[in-house]
């Protein structure tokens, strides 16, 4: 298992930083430290600092966004945390598309747009309780557990496909228009939904 830190420390919201600094102990304990490979030199400094560890051994990978995907594929896991709020009840997190479309499952946290519920859907990862390292001990005991499943990366693809693809957000629209235009879901519906749409 590699853990690949994919973006700039000083970047994450203050909670952020804690839930990724928890998690990021605990699966160095279960892996061990040289397996974690940062972005730059910042992240493995700070890393370095709280997990009490030397890393100045440890890979500095920057990562262009047009080889995020490769990144992605090499890694078992993707932890991704974010500051919940009113303002994030309708976020979409690019990430999180990203990652399942790799066929990787995803370690996050409640109160992000649909995150969670997609999650739990399509069982492809693990909702970690709140930020304490103990909720964190849990979730990486959950995943392993989850890991050992051999349909888990078509269930991450299948979920990008159903949520995240152009069809499935294309189709979500048409049905939105039909209604408010007070037409039958119908596929008889489409044109003045498209003649709607486009207006």
């Known amino acids: 298992m590699s853990i690949n830190v994919l973006h700039p420390h000083e970047f994450m ?3 952020e930083k804690i839930h990724v600094h928890f998690m990021n102990r605990l699966l160095a304990l279960a892996v061990g430290p040289s397996k974690l490979v940062f972005m730059n030199e910042q992240c493995r400094i700070t890393h370095s600092a709280f997990l009490g560890r030397d890393l100045s051994s440890n890979r500095i990978v920057p990562v262009p966004i047009d080889e995020r ?3 992605l594929q090499k890694q078992s ?7 919940s709020g009113t303002t994030k009840l309708g976020s979409a997190p690019t ?5 399942l479309g790799c066929g990787v499952p995803v370690i996050a946290n409640e109160g992000v747009g649909d995150v969670a519920d997609i999650i739990r859907r399509y069982n492809v990862g693990v909702i970690v309780k709140d930020g304490s390292e103990a ?5 990486l005991d ?15 693809r299948k979920a990008v496909e159903e ?6 957000g294309t189709e979500a629209y ?6 408010i235009l007070g037409h039958p879901d119908s596929p008889e519906a489409a044109p003045a939904v498209a003649q709607a749409a486009n207006a």
């Open 13 to 15: 919201m203050k909670d």
């Open 69 to 71: 995907h490769e990144a």
């Open 77 to 83: 896991t993707s932890v991704m945390f974010f500051t």
């Open 95 to 99: 990430r999180l598309g990203e990652a």
């Open 135 to 139: 909720a964190m001990a849990v979730a």
């Open 142 to 156: 959950e995943l392993e557990l989850l890991r050992s499943d051999p349909d888990l990366p078509s269930r991450c």
């Open 163 to 168: 949520v995240f693809s152009l069809e499935a």
């Open 174 to 179: 048409r049905k939105i228009y039909a209604d």
